[in-house]
């Protein structure tokens, strides 16, 4: 019985202390911990350009994208030494854009 009693206690104990240290037991790590990658791989379209649905310029225009729109490169894709596709990611704010918008896509390069 007492070492059933010492079993539930330890457990417990554990289950109270153990999520502090946890990312979503309440402590939160400094900005200078955290590791941000470098290369982040942005991209500003220049010209007026069409975001396609796969890449192939007969392929689906989904929209066009205006100058000056920042677009995430999520990866790329090389039909040939002249023809580089670019699967992208436009930048939205999730909670206040509508869910049917349109965010990823292809550019040609």
């Known amino acids: 019985m007492i070492n059933n009693l010492l079993k ?6 554990f289950a109270l202390i153990a999520p502090i240290t946890l990312p979503a037991g ?4 400094s900005l200078n911990q955290n590791q941000f990658s ?5 991209i500003i379209v220049s010209f ?6 796969y890449p192939e ?9 205006d100058v000056g729109t920042t677009l995430s490169a999520l990866r790329s894709w090389k039909v ?4 580089i596709w670019v699967r992208v990611e436009l ?3 999730k909670f206040l ?11 040609k390069m």
């Not at 539930?8 to 104990?13: A, D, P």
């Not at 309440?26 to 790590?29: E, N, R, T, V």
């Not at 470098?38 to 942005?42: A, K, L, V």
């Not at 854009?97 to 550019?107: E, Q, R, T």
């Open 91 to 93: 930048a939205s704010n």
């Open 48 to 53: 007026n350009t069409s975001l396609y649905s």
């Open 8 to 13: 539930n206690f330890c457990l417990i104990t």
């Open 26 to 29: 309440g402590i939160q790590k």
């Open 97 to 107: 854009d509508d869910p049917n918008k349109i965010l990823k896509g292809w550019i």
């Open 57 to 65: 310029t007969n392929a689906k225009k989904l929209l066009t994208l």
């Open 80 to 83: 040939s030494k002249s023809e």
């Open 38 to 42: 470098d290369d982040t791989n942005e």
